[in-house]
Nanobody
Framework: HVQLVESGGGSVQAGGSLRVSCLFS????????MAWFRQAPGRPREEVAS??????YYADSVQSRFTISQDKSKNTVWLQMDNLRPEDTAMYYC????????????????????????WGRGTQVTVS
């Protein structure tokens, strides 16, 4: 049973940094596209970054400020967020997807939330 658990959210002042983590359990050896999404109240869910075999995709809104990384031996994916802005305030969700479309697009372009099979419950990031 695949589970994703996010941690590391919190409150920070504008210009500061945070790192959120996603622990991925229950994987039986299948390769997944791993991604971070975020959603602020009243706004659509936004695909922030994805990673697959070292290829990385970033939304324009976070390019050069956020870094996605993964350690498969630790079943963990991180999102390092630097130079945070108030508009980065949102619930951040980790997602995993293994279908053909997800793995083809992952790390190169937006995959789309509907291609991800598994989701964490999210961790709140607040920037003031």
């Amino acid at each position: 049973h695949v589970q994703l658990v996010e941690s590391g959210g919190g409150s920070v002042q504008a210009g500061g940094s945070l790192r959120v983590s996603c622990l991925f359990s229950g994987n039986r050896g299948e390769e997944y596209c791993m991604a971070w999404f975020r959603q602020a109240p009243g706004r659509p869910r936004e695909e922030v970054a994805s990673i697959y075999f070292g290829d990385k995709y970033y939304a324009d809104s976070v390019q050069s400020r956020f870094t996605i990384s993964q350690d498969k031996s630790k079943n963990t994916v991180w999102l390092q967020m630097d130079n945070l802005r108030p508009e980065d305030t949102a619930m951040y969700y980790c997602a995993a997807g293994a279908d053909t479309v997800a793995t083809m697009k992952c790390g190169f372009e937006k995959v789309g939330a509907d291609r991800f099979n598994y989701w964490g419950r999210g961790t709140q990031v607040t920037v003031s």
